[in-house]
């Protein structure tokens, strides 16, 4: 069974900045991209960004985009989400995904191995 363990998430300042980790752990699967999405109470799941595992092609939500940078470490199988200028509407858990099954890029049902997200609160 894969794993995927979301660390770096906390409160941050408007203006601020925070650093987002999610390491795989388990079994080896055959990883195609790796996306981070965020959710607020009573809105669904929205894509923030996302990183294909082999050639490290990125995506970005309009509304992070030239704030939030991802990229991937191969031998730590690890994804980081690097967040800058964050705004207080950037508040949210965040949560890593992987897809070993392809589709998509920004759609959830692309992506099949979940992390149990961590909170991030930008206060104004």
């Known amino acids: 069974q894969v794993q995927l363990v979301e660390s770096g998430g906390g409160l941050v300042q408007a203006g601020g900045s925070l650093r987002l980790s999610c390491a795989a752990s388990g079994r080896p699967f055959n990883c195609l991209m790796m996306g981070w999405f965020r959710q607020v109470p009573d809105k669904g799941r929205e894509f923030v960004a996302s990183?294909?595992?082999?050639?490290?092609?990125?995506d970005y939500a309009d509304s992070v985009k030239g704030r939030f940078t991802i990229s991937r470490d191969y031998a730590k199988n690890t994804v980081t989400l690097q967040m800058n200028s964050l705004k207080p509407e950037d508040t949210a858990v965040y949560y890593c995904?992987?897809?070993?099954?392809?589709?998509?890029?920004?759609?959830?049902?692309?992506?099949?191995?979940w992390g149990q997200g961590t909170q991030v609160t930008v206060s104004s």
């Open positions: 995904a992987a897809s070993s099954r392809g589709g998509i890029i920004r759609m959830i049902s692309a992506y099949d191995i």
């Open positions: 990183i294909t595992w082999n050639r490290g092609n990125t």
